[in-house]
């Protein structure tokens, strides 16, 4: 439950910190005289809400510390009170705009005040409700899905032993993390990993970039290197990407697992390294040997622990926690205003199937995060097609919409086409009524003005009739 914790921060007179008192009575309050105080309490505890009294001394301040506290703290929810002509300001307008869920104008009206922290109340407890990442060693391995629960055990088992590890994970699925975790849990987690990808490296410098060369050994080389497997030495090695190495280079990989010593290029002596081995590999590798591109021993003797790491598709439940974990992550990323997602956009982020798994989920976050236009995000601003309702229900939106249209057509008929009349027979405000006539298209009545010159007669006032 989230606690009802309220920071008032004074933009100019300290004195206004007293103001709202009617206003948060039974909430927990904590003030602040200055910014830096602000950021103080902050950085020590969370609040749910944030309320900025600010006086018109404060119009003309620099607003760059402000806006970069608002920013910092973004899961608080601010509301603004300020005076009038404070908000005429495009700096200030801007700044509202940006950070906060609300403002209301001098003199504060404590009633409704209130009625406005309450709601966003609600809202914080709302965000406050969604799960929060799994507080693991490795934060790619949060979830509760019974698979990555499944994962974490292993990796535990995993890790104890000293033998080689083989992982499979389609790309982008965190075969890397899942490496890091076996690493730290593992005796080894006080000495080096070093991950290698072996699809990235060209194939005339492997040899020399694993195993490392002697002076002289290769062009412009004054002194000799250390490889990557030698600085190893003492915790783990990951190959990623296993089944990209060629297959000259899996007899030299093949020699060093089996006898724990390296050559380096251009040398004649062995150099014994005390290296763990962690392979992945995004390809089946029982099906790599049958087509004869992988080394059938070296494959016996790298499957020795293997671990398959589950593809966003099995770990659905996962989903939003992950996506709002990213959020979290890259929070100063995003767009000054927004604040979160969508329920359009969690429905979305579920019913995708994510075939880059992680890595795209992380991509289509981060980009949303900065395309965003309104405060959430949208299925639209993550790349997403909007969740479709069932037949059914867009059966029953449209006879929905075609018996709303088809009440304004009447009673517009009825009134004569007159604004006023229509919108009290139809129960609604004149504003309502011409948004409605927006929604569906449906042109406006032109409207009746009233003229102060007599007509041609020299009668009464008569009237024109203008366009909307």
């Not at 969370?46 to 119009?59: I, K, Q, R, T, Y």
């Not at 705009?97 to 404590?110: E, K, N, R």
């Not at 995000?377 to 479709?388: A, E, M, N």
């Not at 406006?444 to 203008?466: D, L, M, Q």
Request: charged share 25%; glycine share 8%; hydrophobic share 45%.
């Amino acid at each position: 439950m989230t606690t009802k914790t309220i920071l008032c921060v004074a933009i100019g007179d300290r004195i206004l910190l007293e103001a709202p008192n009617a206003a948060v009575d039974g909430w927990e309050v904590c003030r602040a005289a200055t910014l830096a105080e602000a950021s103080r309490q902050l950085r020590a505890r969370s609040f749910a809400l944030g309320l900025l009294m600010v006086d018109e001394a404060a119009a003309g301040e620099p607003l760059e510390a402000l806006d970069h506290l608002l920013h910092d703290h973004w899961q608080t929810h601010w509301i603004a009170v300020l005076p009038a002509p404070v908000l005429e300001q495009p700096l200030w307008r801007q700044l509202v705009l940006d950070h906060c869920g609300d403002f209301h104008t001098w003199p504060i009206d404590a009633a409704r005040l209130r009625y406005a922290l309450g709601h966003a109340f609600g809202l914080a407890t709302l965000r406050a409700a969604v799960p929060a990442p799994h507080a693991g060693d490795e934060p790619s391995l949060t979830g509760q899905s019974s698979a990555i629960v499944r994962l974490r055990r292993q990796i535990v088992k995993v890790a104890a032993a000293s033998a080689p590890v083989l992982i499979w994970g389609e790309s982008g699925s965190g075969k890397e993390l899942a490496a890091q975790a076996v690493h730290a849990h593992s005796a080894r987690r006080k000495g080096p990993f070093v991950p290698i990808n072996c699809g990235a490296i060209p194939a005339a410098l492997i040899q020399s970039e694993l195993f490392g060369y002697e002076r002289g050994a290769v062009t412009r080389a004054p002194h000799a290197k250390r490889g990557l497997i030698e600085s190893a030495q003492g915790g783990s090695i990951f190959l990623d990407e296993i089944g990209d190495l060629p297959m000259e280079l899996q007899a030299n990989l093949l020699r060093f697992l089996q006898e724990k010593t390296i050559y380096r290029l251009g040398s004649t002596h062995s150099i014994a390294v005390d290296v763990r081995v962690i392979a992945a590999s995004h390809v089946d590798l029982a099906q790599a040997v049958r087509r004869g591109v992988f080394r059938e021993d070296l494959y016996y003797r790298l499957n020795v622990l293997a671990l398959d790491v589950p593809s966003l598709r099995e770990r659905k439940e996962d989903l939003l926690p992950l996506a709002e974990h990213f959020f979290r992550t890259f929070s100063s990323e995003r767009a000054r205003r927004v604040k979160g997602f969508s329920g359009r956009a969690a429905q979305a982020i579920r019913d995708y199937d994510w075939p880059g798994n992680v890595r795209e989920l992380i991509n289509r976050v981060r980009r949303a995060m900065v395309m965003a236009e309104g405060r959430l995000i949208v299925p639209q601003d993550l790349g997403l097609s909007p969740v479709r309702a069932p037949d059914g229900a867009a059966q029953l939106d449209d006879a929905r919409i075609r018996a709303e249209r088809d009440a304004i057509d009447a009673s517009l008929l009825r009134a004569g086409r007159n604004i006023t009349l229509a919108a009290r027979d139809l129960g609604v405000s004149r504003m309502t009524l011409y948004r409605l006539l927006a929604k569906h298209g449906i042109p406006a009545p032109s409207r009746v003005c009233y003229t102060s010159a007599p007509n041609e007669k020299g009668g009464a006032p008569g009237r024109s009739v203008t366009g909307k």
